[in-house]
């Protein structure tokens, strides 16, 4: 398990084994990767991030996974699989799961209001993009591409 502290100064623990925390996931992030480019939303606020959000009442992490990827950029995914958790000490601790998938085609929509578009960005503009989310700069960040990288050549 790696602990660092967020770019808000919070503690986070992010593990890739299942089942690490007590605190049950109703976050999640998507990491995908088509023809070399990773599949990123623009949130109004945070800024440039890979797709996720919280779970709706009733909703498993899988099916809150591909109804957020699909709300925030248009994209439709397959083969969602497990990847990482991680747990941000806020006021209230709360548990995000990470997936990876894959591209499953592409619809023009209307993005709700926190969302300005979506983007595929490179290798370099996923690390570098002048308008990144906050969460997309942290040590947790780094180490899940690492892990990402080290499991199979094409991420
Ligand atoms: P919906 O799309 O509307 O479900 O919400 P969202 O996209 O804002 O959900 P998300 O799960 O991304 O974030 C919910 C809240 O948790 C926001 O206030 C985020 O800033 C915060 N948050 C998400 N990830 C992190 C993180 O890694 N560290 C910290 N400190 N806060 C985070």
Known sequence: MLTFTDLHGLQVDLSFLRGEFEVEPKHV???????????????????????GGKLEEGETLEEAAIREVF??????????QWFAEYAVHDEVKFCKTVFTAQFAGQEHIEFDLETSGMLWLT????IHHPNLSFHMKDQGMR???EELKHRDKQW
């Open 123 to 126: 290798d370099e503009e996923f």
């Open 71 to 80: 709300e925030e950029t248009g994209v439709h995914v397959k083969n969602l």
């Open 29 to 51: 992030l998507v990491f995908l990767k088509h023809e070399n480019k990773w599949l990123c939303t623009i949130h109004k606020r945070r800024g440039v991030e890979v797709p």
């Open 143 to 145: 180490k899940m591409l």
